[in-house]
């Protein structure tokens, strides 16, 4: 999938956040609360190892919708595995993912890539599937959040400007739950479209 449009998604963002910090009452500024400042910085969680949880091997149950975005309810289930490993101290990790439907004779093999930015205590995650043999367009960018992980990029699905979601959850139990989501009208709905259920393996 190519990029498209990716400035004025982040634009929006900047202005949503903006538009989100507190109103400066008559007589003070910014540099009046530094120490306000630095507590909030100080608060700001350190996700390195939120994706320490992944680490070793799985069994895996995927759900797939098979024509996202054009009103059909047709999913296609799949079962397989999954070995994540970690790279760079744990600063990065890397998941191969291999499933097959036999009722559809369809197979995916996986590649992905989760790289944390100490500086903006942000995760980079990035797909590869064998079929094409290359990175899918831009990584989903976030972090986890009262144990919740959400990850959201723009990009284009059939010739059209989407959002796309990435939502991790119950991540403090053996059976972490991943779901990946669409939107095409600029994140007011989203339609569910990979859903998997994963359970480790005993060492």
């Not at 990029?3 to 949503?16: D, E, P």
């Amino acid at each position: 999938m190519a990029v498209r449009g990716r400035i004025g998604f982040w634009a929006s963002a900047a202005g949503a956040f903006l538009l989100s910090q507190p109103t400066l009452t008559w007589g003070e500024t910014a540099s009046s609360t530094p120490q306000a400042a630095l507590q909030g910085a100080a608060a700001q969680h350190d996700g390195q190892h939120d994706f320490d949880l992944l680490v070793g091997s799985w069994k895996i149950h995927l759900k797939r919708l098979l024509r996202p975005l054009s009103g059909s309810n047709e999913w296609v289930e799949f079962d397989g595995t999954v070995v994540c490993r970690k790279i760079w101290d744990g600063r990065g990790e890397v998941e191969e993912f291999n499933v097959d439907s036999p009722e559809k004779h369809i197979h995916i093999q996986g590649l992905a890539v989760r790289l944390y930015n100490p500086e903006s205590h942000q995760w980079r995650i990035y797909w590869a599937n064998s079929a094409k043999g290359s990175i899918d367009g831009p990584p989903v960018v976030g972090e986890f959040k009262n144990g919740r992980g959400e990850f959201f990029d723009q990009d284009e699905f059939d010739g059209r400007v989407i959002f796309i979601r990435y939502r991790w959850s119950d991540v403090t139990t053996d059976a972490p739950h991943f779901e990946q989501a669409y939107s095409e009208d600029g994140g007011k709905t989203w339609e569910t479209n990979w859903i998997t259920y994963q359970t480790k393996e005993k060492s």
